[in-house]
């Protein structure tokens, strides 16, 4: 009768410390789950709003651009683009002619010369990739957007008119405006808000 009872004690004193490890092993990983699946959407989120400001912004360097290229005033294009230099989130910013030589630029160095896509420091971007891009806003007419592979990066590309040369009359088109924009910081401040939150939930 004793060892029966001593067994039984044994088990309720097994069962009291396996189930609450259990549930906490459950609720840690159904918890870590939610946190991956949350991180994701939230990831896919961030880059949607991302692009829609962007794009937003892009309109608008777009039109100052344009009203000043028809003005044949490529100082004050100039500016628009040393301008954009002070946007944290913003590496590099560049007007080129129909060729891809660069007529102005977020730094005074690159004008003059021939587009260098590697020197745009876009690790995770294949050349052929944004000549496509380039080409494909010429062609249409309309912005186009794409992501690095690394999803860090994101470069625009919209077209405008290009200077007037001596006896012409009308705009010249071939124009097009390339930005390039650095989320790992955003990203990472949005990614710890998240954090945050969760640790709470944890807790």
Same mark, same amino acid.
């Given at each position: 009768m004793k060892m029966k009872t001593s067994s039984q004690t044994t088990k309720r004193r097994s069962l009291r410390f396996w189930l609450p490890a259990l549930?906490?092993?459950f609720a840690v990983g159904g918890g870590l789950v939610l946190y991956v699946f949350e991180a994701r959407m939230h990831a896919i989120q961030f880059e949607a709003d991302f692009s829609r400001n962007q794009m937003l912004r892009d309109v608008r360097i777009q039109a100052d651009v344009e009203r000043w290229v028809l003005r044949n005033d490529l100082e004050l294009v100039q500016s628009i683009f040393a301008e954009l230099g002070v946007i944290p989130e913003l590496k590099s910013a560049l007007f080129l002619d129909a060729t891809n030589n660069v007529l102005a630029a977020t730094?005074?160095?690159?004008?003059?010369?021939?587009? *260098?896509? +590697?020197?745009l420091s876009l690790d995770h971007l294949e050349p052929e990739q944004l000549r496509a891009a380039m080409q494909t806003a010429r062609q249409t007419m309309r912005g186009v957007s794409l992501f690095t592979? *690394?999803?860090?990066?994101?470069?625009?590309?919209?077209?405008?008119? +290009?200077?007037?040369?001596?006896?012409?009359?009308?705009?010249?088109?071939?124009? %097009?405006?390339? %930005?390039?924009?650095d989320l790992r910081p955003e990203k990472a401040a949005s990614l710890r808000h998240l954090q945050t939150e969760f640790l709470f939930y944890f807790a």
């Open positions: 549930l906490l092993l730094r005074r160095e690159y004008i003059g010369r021939p587009l *260098d896509i +590697l020197g592979r *690394d999803r860090n990066s994101l470069i625009a590309c919209f077209p405008t008119s +290009l200077p007037l040369q001596p006896g012409e009359l009308e705009a010249r088109r071939g124009g %097009v405006i390339l %930005v390039s924009y």
